[in-house]
């Protein structure tokens, strides 16, 4: 039951992010800032939503367990480390494969993606092919990784596993947006995007696999793994996510901000306690 879980959750965090990312700029959601909900408002949801996913549930599991504190906490330590790393890694990867413009478009790391700048540039059919398969090599080996991160969290508890696939179809949908833009500039068919991140995206449920028997494996593990789940989680929203947030608004959008991360907090919290009670 709980691996039929985990394919399913992977596979709607997976695929189904890169769906309701195609949906949204079908839509015109990924056209700019103008709308009334834009890209900059789903990545505020999808900080919330991580944030509260580490420290209210992720975490608070890990330490229920009888592993160390230090432990936990030198883990959760060292997985901040690691996801920094792996950031300048494809920083330092992008820095020698493209040109300047299409570092712009392709932002600081695999997380890290510019919707609305990316449609302030155009190029012809083609020209972008070669970066287009680095792109998907980074969301391949990224939805992997959060595929055994949910995997984890299923096999810690069953609603922690919904309420840690949510979170990562949250934040996956405005990664999403930004690598449809980009791949959309670097082929003749659109739907040949949609295919590509699509399968780049189903690698998520082949992660959960992988974590799934990884954890079973390893019997005490579990604790770990939930530890550098959150550091993941931590990273995204902290280093990625709300960086791009932080720029000179009204008073309004601000508010709108904070409103749209107060409600990815609430949703993860309503969601788990749903889940609780059943």
């Not at 609305?116 to 990784?145: I, K, M, N, Y």
Request: proline share 3%; net charge negative.
């Amino acid at each position: 039951m709980t691996l039929i879980a985990i394919i399913l959750a992977t596979l709607a965090a997976g695929i189904g992010s890169v769906w309701v990312a195609a949906a949204l700029l079908r839509l015109g959601m990924g056209m700019g800032t103008r709308r009334r909900v834009g890209p900059h408002h789903l990545l505020s949801l999808a900080a919330g939503a991580l944030l509260a996913t580490a420290f209210m549930h992720l975490l608070p599991e890990a330490f229920e367990s009888q592993a160390s504190a230090h432990d936990l906490f030198a883990t959760l330590l060292l997985g901040l480390v690691f996801f920094f790393l792996l950031d300048k890694a494809e920083l330092w990867h992008h820095g020698h494969e493209h040109s300047p413009s299409e570092r712009h478009i392709h932002g600081q790391g695999h997380h890290d993606h510019h919707p609305d700048h990316a449609h302030d540039h155009h190029h012809g059919p083609g020209q972008h092919g070669h970066g287009g398969w680095a792109l998907l090599t980074g969301d391949s080996v990224h939805c992997f990784g959060d595929g055994v991160l949910i995997a984890s969290a299923f096999m810690a508890d069953m609603r922690l596993g919904v309420v840690a696939a949510l979170s990562v179809l949250a934040h996956e949908v405005p990664h999403h947006i930004g690598d449809l833009v980009v791949l959309r500039h670097s082929t003749r068919h659109r739907n040949a995007a949609l295919l590509k991140v699509s399968l780049a995206g189903a690698l998520t449920a082949l992660g959960g696999l992988v974590g799934y028997y990884l954890v079973g494996l390893w019997d005490g593990g579990l604790p770990y793994f939930l530890a550098i789940a959150s550091s993941s989680f931590v990273y995204v929203a902290l280093a990625d996510l709300i960086p791009q947030l932080q720029k000179r608004l009204s008073a309004a959008q601000t508010l709108a901000q904070i409103a749209w991360l107060a409600a990815g907090i609430a949703v993860v919290t309503f969601v788990s306690g749903l889940a609780h009670a059943h």
